[in-house]
C-alpha cells in the first residue's frame, strides 16, 4: 500500500522559515517525479515545486523563485521543501504528490501552513 506522509508545517511569522517533508513507502521512490502543491482558502490547487526522479532537474512557481527549494533523498524515500521569507499568501495547506503516471499518482493528506504575524 502506497503512503505518502506530509509533516513540518504550523505558524511562523513573515519573514521566517519551515521545513516541510514527505516521506513515502510502498513505491519505487525513485522513478517517480515528486512536488509540492499548495491550496489556500478558496482557490485552487497550484504547482509550488517540482522535481524529478534523479534530483537533477527542478521547477518552480514564480511566486516561490528564490525563496524555496525543493530537495529528495531517494535513499530515505523522502523528499522536502524549503522554505524561507515566508510571505503570508504563502498561507495554504500544503500537499505532496508523488507521480509516475496518470494511474500512479499519489497525495499525501496535506499540512498546514500560516504566515501571520
Known amino acids: 500500500q502506497v503512503q505518502v506522509v506530509e509533516s513540518g508545517g504550523g505558524l511562523v511569522q513573515p519573514g521566517g522559515s519551515l521545513r516541510l517533508s514527505c516521506a513515502t513507502s510502498g513505491l519505487t521512490f525513485s522513478a517517480y517525479v515528486m512536488s509540492w502543491y499548495r491550496q489556500a482558502p478558496g482557490k485552487e490547487r497550484e504547482l509550488v515545486a517540482r522535481i524529478n526522479n534523479s534530483g537533477g532537474s527542478t521547477n518552480y512557481a514564480d511566486s516561490v523563485k528564490g525563496r524555496f527549494t525543493i530537495s529528495r533523498d531517494n535513499a530515505q524515500n523522502t523528499v522536502a521543501l524549503q522554505m524561507n521569507s515566508l510571505k503570508p499568501e504563502d498561507t495554504a495547506v500544503y500537499y505532496c504528490?508523488?507521480?509516475?503516471?496518470?494511474?500512479?499518482?499519489?497525495w499525501g493528506q496535506g499540512t498546514q501552513v500560516t504566515v501571520s504575524s
Open positions: 504528490n508523488a507521480r509516475f503516471s496518470d494511474n500512479l499518482n499519489f
